[in-house]
């Protein structure tokens, strides 16, 4: 008869690592890389054991709330941006099309992500601010900390954004957008951009 231990309390994420493969067995859900057992979904991991002479089998089990909303490879996302460097920008996606998300996940922009175009001349900072509302499309699963974001596509981009006076910016150009208070322009990558 088999046993199963109590879930784990936290979501694990596609690829993210369990637990070593010399002291556990893949289940479903799971699978082993360089020796060790990585989520292949996304939900709570759990361990069965058939007794105390047997190895136990690590799986990971689907949500069971059908209402939750899981970002997927192709969903278009709203994220808040929470950090940048020169390579990339750190996001907390708040919507999958246009619905809340049930849980906490994470995205990043990545440089080469920015734009179709001139890629080798986008500067991070010129794009996105931290606190920055912006539409995204997830290209990939990322590793297991966040997705994979890109903001290419002209309908992407920041759609929503404060100033360094506090006051909303709204969109002049595909790379401006103007302080409704001061006037000052402030460059960003714009979705939609309804005066050009």
Partial sequence: MTAMAAETPALVMPGQRLASAD???AGAGT????????????GRAALE?????????LRVVPPR????????????????????????AKAEILLVESKPSNDSFRGMIRIQDVRSTEKDTVVMFN?????????????????????YLSTAENELGVIWAQGESGAELRAVSWD??????????????VAKPQNV
């Fill in 23 to 25: 002291d556990v067995d």
């Fill in 31 to 42: 699978f082993v890389r360089n020796g060790f057992l990585h989520a292949s979904l996304i």
């Fill in 49 to 57: 054991t058939d007794g105390p002479d047997s190895k136990p089998v």
């Fill in 65 to 88: 709330n059908a209402n939750l909303v899981i970002p997927e490879v192709g969903s278009i996302v709203t994220c808040r941006v929470t950090s940048i460097s020169g390579r990339f």
């Fill in 127 to 147: 794009c996105f601010r931290p606190g920055d509302v912006v539409l995204a499309r997830i290209i990939s699963l990322g590793d297991a900390r966040s997705y």
């Fill in 176 to 189: 401006e957008m103007e302080c409704t208070r001061t006037g000052i322009r402030e460059q960003r990558k």
